[in-house]
Structures are given as C-alpha cells and as structure tokens.
C-alpha cells in the first residue's frame, strides 16, 4: 500500500526566510510518480511538480525547489526567500503504476503542511 | 485555458437529505476522479471513471454513487446525508491514457463544492 507521511503540520516564518517542506513516502511499485500541491485560503489544490520514480533530477522553478531522493524515499519542497502570498497548505501526493501502463492513476495525499508567512 | 467547473460551489443540505454535485472535466479530457476533504484533512479519493466506466474505487460510502456521462461529464449523487458528509468536494480530470514518455498524467482539480449538512 502507498502512503505519504509530511511530519511537518504547521511551519511559521517570516518573510523573505527559506522554507523546506518534508515528503516521505511509502510504496511497493518501482515506477510512481511524486508531485506537489498547494492549497491557499481560497480552498482550491493548485498542482505545482510532478516527477516520475526515474526521474531524480533536482528541479527549481524561480523560488520553488524540489529535492528528490530515492534512497531516503523523500521528495522534500523549499521555497526560497518566502512571501506571505506563499501562506497556503501543501501537500505531497503519490500516484503508483501509471508511468508503465500508460494509464492515469489516483493520487494518494499526505496530511499537509500548513504554511504561514508573516511580514 | 478551461478548467475543471464543478457546481454547485455551495451546498447546505438538512441530514437524510440527498445531493447531487456536478463536474465538468476539460476538454479531451476522459478520466475523472472524486475527492472529499473534511476540515483540516486531506483529500480522500473516494472514486475515478476512465471512459465512462468506473476504474478505481476508494472509501466511497454505499449511500453514494456516481457516474460518468457520455460527455464526460460526472456526476456525484449523495443519499442519506449525515452530519459528517460536510467536506470539500473536489473533482479532477485527467487524460486517462498518456503517452509513456509521460505516463500517468496530472490531475486537474476543480475549485471544489463545499457541502454542508445541518
């Protein structure tokens, strides 16, 4: 069965500060995909990364980055010089199979991260 | 771009009520999935359709059901509403078969239909 642990609930900091999340996850698949949402007050999940169970490429989107580790079973988020607009929930997700068969997968959520940011 | 519209955004029900939540998935689109997230939890998937026909199933109670229409539309019908069946409920659409270079493709989720049961 797959699961997704982030340890972290709520995470306070103040402007301009670095931020990293924690993703750890559980799965018995070798292929899987890992990705990242970000749910603000308003209530919708906006996607942020998607990386496939081959892929172990760190990736940085402007002040986003993503730190991939197979041998620890992280896929750990910082965000770089926050801002109170990043003030959201963020949740890691997981989604087994998919990548091989071609065919999409549901996604399997953490229980979030809860970030604030305050000037 | 177009979205994922889900209607109603607001829904308050009485208990033993029914409720019936509506999610037009984007275009080409043909696989959509279901989540309910109560306060403060995450989304739970309770149930995806690819072409029309279910093909996944997760903690969906039997007093709801679900289908997937011809137009790809899906609709989430909810029976003897109970006090704990107040959540956020979000759809999400997919293309159900990517390419493999690709593989298992995002999942775009609607703004959500948050229901409430007095």
């Known amino acids: 069965a797959q699961k997704v642990t982030q340890a972290q609930t709520e995470i306070s900091v103040v402007e301009k500060e670095d931020v990293t999340l924690d993703c750890v996850y559980e799965?018995?698949?070798?292929?899987?995909?890992l990705f990242w949402y970000k749910q603000p007050p308003s209530g919708e999940l906006v996607f942020l990364i998607r990386?496939?169970?081959?892929?172990?490429q760190n990736e940085i989107s402007g002040r986003y980055s993503w730190n991939f580790q197979k041998s620890t079973s992280s896929f750990n988020f910082t965000i770089t010089a926050s801002q109170v607009v990043d003030s959201a929930v963020y949740f890691c997700?997981?989604?087994?199979?998919?990548?091989?068969?071609?065919?999409?997968?549901?996604?399997?959520f953490g229980t979030g991260t809860r970030l604030q940011v305050t000037l | 771009a177009a979205g994922v519209i889900q209607s109603p955004r607001h829904l308050i029900k009485e208990k033993r009520e029914t409720a019936t939540l509506k999610c037009y998935p984007i275009?080409?689109?043909?696989?959509v999935y279901w989540y309910q997230q109560g306060p403060g939890q995450d989304p739970q998937f309770l149930i995806s359709?690819?072409?029309?026909?279910?093909?996944d199933k997760g903690s969906i109670p039997d007093r709801f059901s679900a289908q997937q229409f011809s137009d790809y539309h899906s609709e989430l019908n909810m029976s003897s509403l109970e006090l704990g069946d107040s959540a956020l409920y979000f759809c999400?659409?997919?293309?159900?078969?990517?390419?493999?270079?690709?593989?298992?493709?995002?999942?775009?989720f609607g703004a959500g239909s948050r229901l409430t049961v007095l």
């Open positions: 999400a659409s997919s293309l159900g078969r990517g390419q493999r270079s690709s593989g298992a493709n995002v999942l775009t």
């Open positions: 799965t018995r698949d070798t292929t899987y995909y």
């Open positions: 990386r496939n169970s081959f892929d172990e």
């Open positions: 997700a997981l989604s087994e199979g998919g990548w091989r068969t071609g065919t999409a997968s549901k996604l399997t």
């Open positions: 275009p080409r689109h043909d696989t």
């Open positions: 359709f690819y072409e029309k026909m279910q093909s």
